[in-house]
């Protein structure tokens, strides 16, 4: 399974971004599929996850400003960034859990920048 992550730039306060990210492969069966970020000198961190009937979670800095979606039949997560902070850049990475297999999938990080 490989993820291809699409959708960072460069975003000024208050403003939006969508990132998207495609696995090609199988992931078929129960799967989570999220969004982790993380900023210089920090660690990796939630931002959010889906599983494959739907079901959400949310790292609390993002709540009520990020939502994560999918396209089952695309194999595709999304997730809408609104109202964006400076404390909200840092890459992007996606992320797979497919149930029953040993480890996750990880894609290459996109880089999510917010300044004026």
């Known amino acids: 399974v490989q993820l291809q992550a699409s959708g960072g730039g460069l975003a000024q306060p208050g403003g939006s971004l969508r990132l998207s990210c495609a696995a090609s492969?199988?992931?078929?069966?129960?799967?989570?599929m999220g969004w982790y970020r993380q900023a210089p000198g920090k660690q990796r961190e939630l931002v959010a996850a889906i599983t494959s009937g739907g079901s959400t979670n949310y790292g609390d800095s993002v709540k009520a400003r990020f939502t994560i979606s999918r396209d089952n039949a695309k194999n595709t997560v999304y997730l809408q960034m609104n109202s964006l902070k400076p404390e909200d850049t840092a890459v992007y990475f996606c992320?797979?859990?497919?149930?029953?297999?040993?480890?996750?999938?990880w894609g290459l990080g996109t880089q999510v920048t917010v300044s004026s």
């Open positions: 492969g199988s992931i078929s069966g129960f799967n989570v």
């Open positions: 992320q797979v859990v497919v149930w029953g297999r040993s480890s996750a999938y």
